[in-house]
């Protein structure tokens, strides 16, 4: 039986998306379940799986094309290849299982990893090298998230991966004086994050103002109950969680810093989901994380990382990033010792935390090395006069200097 392969169908707030990858071809066979295409939103990249087993038919929609919501992008054929029959399908289906088996006791004999598409997909990208990937699926299967952290960790550890160098340059042998250039099509994320940005620039009157916070009381505290808050809560304290604390108690304050434009009219929001901005190899996305105000400092915790393992898994769906009253960036993170951060439209204001570095202050009239951290509150002028912008920054600054200010609110 013949059935119509469709797009997702998209939230309100996306439009189209494109067909990053077909993962089967025509004649191809497939189990249910099985990854057939990617569909890359300016969002997400939203997965389409096989709707039973079968072979893919027809695909009328190909790689790069646009699709709208629900658009049939292809045909699917349930059964097995060669319909003749249910003891034909069940024994040419036995014979591809039995053959997928010995395959892949061939490539464990050979050394070779067993991978998942998704994760083939992905090695190829990067020019990763399966057998050095350490599987976690089932029978050792390497998953697309063994993949991405491979690359990750092959990147942090400083080493120059042949994924950092083919995302940059094309592997190709260079003579003297040869000039050579790749040109990569934009992605509809890269593409959506390039117009948002350009667009809060034309539109807002934006300003920054700068500020500086001595991040030593804060450090002392978390050396002091860093292994007790690991054994209760099972994960970190980091800093993020006392910046959304801080972050929320300053916004109850200063109502405008929380609120949003929408067309003449400006909306105070009496609540404040605070997004975090979490660099991806496809680009800068900003999942929100909602009522901050009724979480701890654990809580917090668990949601960035959740969400930071979803971002490098390609997993993120859009309603954890539509929303927001407020975002949080951390330039710190690959060194950044001053910016200025550009807002995220609608929202009036930004935070940008930078790299802490030991700086001398005068402490008391007496020279001291601190650990010192500048910020940096982007806001529209519109909605956010100077003097609230100032005074927001000095109510973050102080409570990070003396944390205890979050917790009896002064």
């Known amino acids: 039986m013949s059935t119509e392969i469709k797009a997702p169908v998209f939230p309100e707030s996306v439009a189209?998306?494109?067909?990053?990858?077909?993962?089967?071809q025509p004649g191809e066979a497939c189990s249910r379940d099985d990854l057939i295409v990617d569909i890359e939103t300016d969002k997400v990249v939203l997965e389409v799986v096989a709707p039973a087993d079968g072979v893919i038919e027809d695909i009328l929609k190909g790689e790069g094309d646009t699709v709208q919501s629900g658009e049939v992008i292809g045909k699917f054929k349930e059964g097995a290849v060669g319909d003749s029959g249910s003891a034909d399908k069940k024994e040419i289906k036995e014979s591809q299982s039995d053959k997928a088996?010995?395959?892949?006791?061939?490539?464990?004999?050979?050394?070779?990893?067993?991978?998942?598409?998704?994760a083939r997909k992905l090695a190829e990208e990067n020019n990763v090298d399966p057998s050095a990937v350490k599987g976690t699926g089932k029978d050792g299967r390497v998953?697309?998230?063994?993949?991405?952290?491979?690359?990750?960790?092959?990147?942090?550890?400083?080493?120059?991966s042949k994924?950092?160098?083919?995302?940059?340059?094309?592997?190709?042998?260079?003579?003297?004086?040869?000039?050579?250039?790749?040109?990569?099509?934009?992605?509809?994320?890269?593409?959506?994050?390039?117009k948002r940005l350009v667009n809060a620039q034309q539109t807002a009157a934006m300003l920054t103002t700068f500020n500086e916070v001595d991040m030593g009381p804060i450090m002392e505290m978390r050396?002091?109950?860093?292994?007790?808050?690991?054994?209760?809560?099972?994960?970190?304290?980091?800093?993020?969680?006392?910046?959304?604390?801080?972050?929320?108690?300053?916004?109850?304050?200063?109502?405008?810093?929380?609120?949003?434009i929408d067309g003449n009219d400006m909306v105070y929001h009496?609540?404040?989901?605070?997004?975090?901005?979490?660099?991806?190899?496809?680009?800068?996305?900003?999942?929100?994380?909602?009522?901050?105000?009724?979480?701890?400092?654990?809580d917090i915790e668990k949601k960035i990382v959740e969400y930071g393992t979803k971002a490098k898994g390609g997993k993120l769906a859009i309603e954890d990033m539509t929303g927001g009253t407020f975002t949080i960036t951390n330039?710190?993170?690959?060194?950044?010792?001053?910016?200025?951060?550009?807002?995220?439209?609608?929202?009036?204001?930004?935070?940008?935390?930078?790299?802490?570095?030991?700086?001398?202050?005068?402490?008391?009239?007496?020279?001291?090395?601190?650990?010192?951290?500048?910020?940096?509150?982007?806001?529209?002028?519109?909605?956010?006069?100077?003097?609230?912008a100032v005074q927001f920054l000095v109510a973050i600054k102080d409570m990070l200097e003396d944390p205890a200010r979050i917790l009896l609110d002064v």
């Open 223 to 260: 050396k002091q109950y860093q292994d007790s808050f690991v054994k209760r809560h099972d994960i970190k304290l980091g800093f993020m969680s006392f910046f959304a604390k801080a972050a929320t108690e300053a916004l109850k304050r200063f109502p405008a810093v929380n609120a949003s």
């Open 101 to 118: 088996e010995a395959k892949e006791e061939q490539s464990q004999d050979s050394g070779d990893a067993i991978l998942s598409p998704a």
């Open 143 to 160: 998953t697309k998230e063994d993949v991405q952290n491979h690359v990750d960790s092959a990147s942090s550890s400083g080493g120059s």
């Open 331 to 388: 330039g710190g993170i690959f060194g950044s010792l001053i910016s200025t951060p550009i807002l995220n439209p609608p929202q009036t204001a930004i935070l940008g935390m930078h790299k802490i570095q030991e700086r001398p202050m005068a402490v008391n009239g007496k020279v001291e090395i601190r650990p010192m951290m500048y910020l940096a509150l982007s806001y529209d002028h519109r909605m956010v006069d100077g003097k609230e």
């Open 16 to 24: 189209e998306g494109t067909v990053a990858t077909w993962h089967k």
């Open 163 to 194: 994924a950092a160098a083919s995302s940059a340059m094309p592997e190709v042998n260079v003579s003297a004086g040869e000039r050579p250039e790749k040109r990569v099509p934009m992605t509809r994320l890269r593409a959506s994050i390039a």
């Open 270 to 298: 009496g609540y404040q989901d605070i997004g975090v901005a979490v660099s991806t190899d496809r680009g800068l996305v900003v999942p929100v994380v909602r009522d901050v105000d009724a979480l701890g400092l654990a």
